[in-house]
């Protein structure tokens, strides 16, 4: 047993403060273990005029880590629109987006994260009704941009379409059923075809000119990239036909090679991370369009141009040549003095230099001195006797 006034006991006053103290500090981790809570609050609006009621739709909230995509809950919304979903990890490290399918198509919101000590956050989305035409399906943007490939050619191919209507286009219908939305041409021969940008190989569909996209085309814009190799060389001509309205076509070649076609026009040139590439624009053409393009090499150009150019210079040269000619004729020895080339040379010493005025002088002064010394010849002559004339 220990007694009350044991050296233990004793210790106890001195030891209550810091055990206090240390206690705090151990249970202070436990009471922060305890994770903050977000909530995300989702606004679902039907951006098709006069479109249908929203209320029952089922809304996704996914959230996307490092690890990959999954679905955090799931909810329906209320007849304005409106679903919440609680409990979220708030974390920055987090992103989240909000998935729909409304008329048999999926629609996902932007990426929203919270922000450091965030935790509520508003996620909107818009749906629409459909349609099975394409008539507000423009492009906006067709980029093609060609660089040599070994023995070929390497095509870039960059189209933005805008769907300006307020439904998403669903496509029509094929021969055997399925739907299409967007299509693409590719040129005959074209091989080590790469969908890029925009583009899911798992939803097109091969066609007889090219490919084919089956997703929806929904209100707004949508980008695509896709590349191709030609086994061609230059010079060649690029043909294609346009299937949607197009704003503007942009051509982007190589130093070395250069383009013509009816239309298009020299633009500026673009410096790029693999080098100078010079622009080619047209604008303003309806949809079934065919375009066509040469390209060649901006050598064989300049050689044909320098050749052309040669021609008209000699050519007109001659003719003036001959016209100078005649004009110059009585003036083919002016003085130096006269044409500036050597105004110290005295034309005296160089009577052939002389200016044409103090030659005119010169000539009239001779003409005198040889009047004068035939008129003194005559005059001697009719004083000799006539034997002697004879």
């Given at each position: 047993?220990?007694?009350?006034?044991?050296?233990?006991?004793?210790?106890?006053?001195?030891?209550?403060?810091?055990?206090?103290?240390?206690?705090?500090?151990?249970?202070?981790?436990?009471?922060?273990?305890?994770?903050?809570?977000?909530?995300?609050?989702?606004?679902?609006?039907?951006?098709t005029e006069g479109g249908g009621p929203l209320e029952g739709t089922e809304v996704r909230l996914l959230a996307v880590t490092q690890t990959g995509?999954?679905?955090?809950?799931?909810?329906?919304?209320?007849?304005?629109?409106?679903?919440?979903?609680?409990?979220?990890?708030?974390?920055?490290?987090?992103?989240?987006?909000?998935?729909?399918?409304?008329?048999?198509?999926?629609?996902?919101s932007d990426a929203a994260t919270f922000a450091t000590a965030e935790t509520a956050k508003t996620i909107r989305l818009s749906v629409y009704e459909t349609t099975t035409t394409d008539e507000m399906i423009t492009l906006r943007s067709h980029s093609t941009?060609?660089?040599?490939?070994?023995?070929?050619?390497?095509?870039?191919?960059?189209?933005?379409?805008v769907n300006g209507g307020d439904r998403t286009y669903i496509g029509d219908s094929d021969t055997d059923g399925s739907l299409s939305t967007l299509r693409?041409?590719?040129?005959?021969?074209?091989?080590?075809v790469q969908y890029l940008d925009g583009l899911d190989e798992k939803a097109l569909a091969l066609t007889d000119a090219g490919f084919a996209d089956t997703r929806p085309v929904r209100p707004g814009e949508t980008s695509v990239a896709y590349s191709y190799i030609l086994p061609t060389s230059l010079p060649f001509q690029l043909s294609r036909t346009l299937d949607y309205p197009t704003a503007e076509t942009l051509l982007l070649l190589p130093e070395g090679m250069r383009a013509q076609?009816?239309?298009?026009?020299?633009?500026?040139?673009?410096?790029?991370?693999?080098?100078?590439?010079?622009?080619?624009?047209?604008?303003?053409?309806?949809?079934?369009?065919?375009?066509?393009?040469?390209l060649g090499s901006e050598g064989s150009r300049n050689l044909q141009t320098t050749f052309r150019v040669l021609a008209g210079v000699l050519s007109g040269l001659a003719m003036a040549?001959?016209?100078?000619?005649?004009?110059?004729?009585?003036?083919?020895?002016?003085?130096?003095?006269?044409?500036?080339?050597?105004?110290?040379?005295?034309?005296?010493?160089?009577?052939?230099?002389?200016?044409?005025?103090?030659?005119?002088e010169r000539d009239q002064a001779v003409r005198g001195?040889?009047?004068?010394?035939?008129?003194?010849?005559?005059q001697r002559s009719d004083r000799l006797p006539q034997q002697d004339r004879d």
């Open positions: 047993m220990i007694r009350s006034h044991s050296p233990a006991f004793r210790l106890l006053p001195a030891l209550a403060l810091p055990l206090a103290v240390l206690f705090a500090v151990v249970a202070a981790p436990a009471a922060s273990a305890q994770p903050a809570t977000g909530t995300i609050s989702v606004g679902l609006t039907n951006g995509e999954q679905t955090v809950a799931t909810g329906k919304v209320d007849p304005s629109g409106a679903a919440s979903f609680e409990d979220v990890d708030p974390s920055p490290d987090i992103t989240y987006c909000v998935e729909a399918i409304y008329a048999g198509v999926a629609y996902r941009v060609v660089a040599r490939q070994g023995d070929g050619l390497g095509f870039l191919e960059m189209m933005t379409f693409f041409a590719l040129p005959s021969g074209a091989s080590d076609g009816d239309g298009l026009r020299a633009g500026e040139t673009v410096e790029t991370a693999v080098g100078t590439y010079q622009s080619y624009l047209q604008e303003s053409f309806p949809g079934g369009t065919t375009i066509s393009w040469r040549g001959a016209v100078l000619y005649v004009w110059l004729r009585p003036r083919l020895r002016p003085s130096a003095t006269a044409w500036g080339l050597a105004p110290t040379l005295p034309g005296d010493a160089y009577p052939d230099l002389a200016p044409p005025d103090e030659r005119g001195d040889q009047r004068e010394e035939r008129s003194r010849r005559n």
